[in-house]
């Protein structure tokens, strides 16, 4: 796949380029993100920062999305995300932003993990970043992939690719666009080792192959799953619980059990054992029940899948600053708590 070029120098270009300037107005930000006590309306600030655009320094970057035919001169990669983030101060301290971004993390399953994605890197996190999907999007997905309908047959993986690329142009990214099987699998989560595993895949047998390496190689795996107006949000710390059971210990007996190639009925009462059928909303339980009657699959909503990605994002922050996020199930509901 063609990824973002970044030049020094403003390189030529195809016929009907669209040029775009960010620089100049960058760098204005830039002046009052650093110098706080000023704003623009302030008359007294005019002067200052005409002279820190004549003496600055700084030089710009060309970023060319082949993509969609666009040039955007920018500032550099140091001063691009300083004032990507400038907002997220002092609700992300400076020492958890660098702890985050310097995470490296793999996401496998592109449906909420969509939404994972964009909230990861919305806020400043993981530049270098493994993403997994084989599937291609279908119109049903657009209720919670972040997507358009101008995407549709395009590979999830390469969706999620620009969407990330054209947010964070300078973020390393490794994409995995034939999914995860049973054979790369070791690949994907130890060449190299991921800091973060985060699990949105829907084959029973590679979740459970996945925290077996993962257990045994102290990476800790995130899962964020979709349960009617809410979030259910399973943390296992591998890496400070090595001997820790598998999905808490809701399906050990299914660990060593033959969970690949289930029809649909016998892949929905695990799934539902692993996520708890106690811990699933009223709307979810009767859902449930209907799949190949009146519904199709599983109900997934867009506003779910962006609270998983809030969900997600946070616990990453409080691994990657070497907080005491602990193992267990955490719920996030709105119907619970907005009443």
């Not at 920018?74 to 300083?82: A, H």
């Not at 490794?174 to 895949?201: C, H, R, S, T, Y």
């Not at 009925?265 to 709307?283: D, E, M």
């Amino acid at each position: 796949m063609i990824e973002p070029t970044i030049y020094n120098q403003k390189p030529k270009t195809p016929q009907n380029t669209q040029c775009v300037d960010a620089y100049e107005s960058g760098l204005k930000e830039l002046f009052f993100i650093k110098n706080p006590r000023f704003k623009k309306e302030m008359p007294e600030a005019e002067e200052i920062l005409n002279k820190f655009l004549k003496t600055n320094k700084i030089k710009p970057v060309w970023i060319y999305y082949p993509w969609r035919k666009i040039i955007i001169k920018s500032l550099p990669e140091k001063y691009y995300f300083e004032l990507r983030t400038a907002r997220n101060k002092n609700v992300i301290e400076k020492k958890e932003q660098i702890n985050y971004r310097n995470l490296k993390v793999g996401i496998v399953g592109l449906s909420v993990g969509s939404a994972i994605v964009h909230a990861i890197v919305t806020s400043g996190g993981p530049k270098n970043l493994k993403i997994a999907d084989f599937d291609t999007l279908e119109v049903s997905n657009l209720n919670r992939i972040k997507a358009k309908l101008t995407d549709f047959g395009q590979n999830k993986t390469h969706i999620a690719a620009h969407e990330v690329w054209e947010l964070d142009p300078f973020a390393k990214l490794a994409l995995w666009d034939q999914g995860i099987n049973n054979k790369n699998i070791n690949q994907f989560l130890l060449k190299p080792k991921l800091d973060v595993f985060i699990d949105e895949m829907d084959s029973l047998d590679l979740k459970i192959k996945a925290r077996k390496i993962c257990q045994k190689n102290k990476i800790p795996v995130l899962m964020a799953t979709d349960n009617g107006d809410g979030v259910i949000l399973d943390v296992e710390r591998f890496d400070i619980e090595p001997n820790r059971k598998l999905f808490h210990g809701l399906a050990s007996d299914i660990e060593n059990e033959n969970v690949s190639n289930l029809d649909f009925k016998r892949w929905v009462n695990i799934a539902t054992k692993i996520v708890g059928p106690s811990y699933l909303t009223k709307s979810m339980k009767n859902s449930l029940k209907e799949i190949g009657k009146t519904i199709a699959a599983v109900p997934q909503l867009g506003t779910s899948a962006l609270m998983a990605g809030s969900a997600i994002s946070y616990a990453l922050r409080m691994i990657a600053s070497k907080k005491n996020l602990k193992s267990g199930r955490y719920i996030i509901s709105l119907e619970k708590n907005i009443k």
